[in-house]
Nanobody, 123 residues
């Protein structure tokens, strides 16, 4: 069974920093893109940043220059360093991964989500 487990959320004042971590576990054969989404109350879930297995990175415009996404393939982990946080960054942050895993004698692909971690930025 594949799982994504996040950590690192919390409460921080505007201008502060947080680092989110997400580790994948299970019978994983290969991880393609890994990334972060967020969902604020009353709003749709939105992409924050993702990084492909080849190292290509995409950020949403509002976080460029403040957030940095990285991954450690050996640890099957993805990270999000968030600096200069603003109140509008407040949301539940979700880890996301597209991966290939073994299931019996077969390999399968799927997209998995973490349980979410709350980030609250006070003004």
């Amino acid at each position: 069974q594949v799982q994504l487990v996040e950590s690192g959320g919390g409460l921080v004042q505007a201008g502060g920093s947080l680092r989110l971590s997400c580790a994948a576990s299970g019978s994983i054969l290969n991880i393609n893109a890994m990334g972060w989404y967020r969902q604020a109350p009353g709003k749709q879930r939105e992409l924050v940043a993702f990084i492909t297995s080849g190292g290509s990175i995409t950020y949403r415009d509002s976080v460029k220059g403040r957030f940095t996404v990285s991954r450690d393939n050996a640890k099957k982990a993805v990270y999000l360093q968030m600096n200069s946080l603003k109140p509008e960054d407040t949301a539940v942050y979700y880890c996301n991964a597209g991966l290939e895993y073994s299931s019996g004698s077969y390999s399968r692909t799927g997209v998995y989500w973490g349980q979410g971690t709350q980030v609250t930025v006070s003004s």
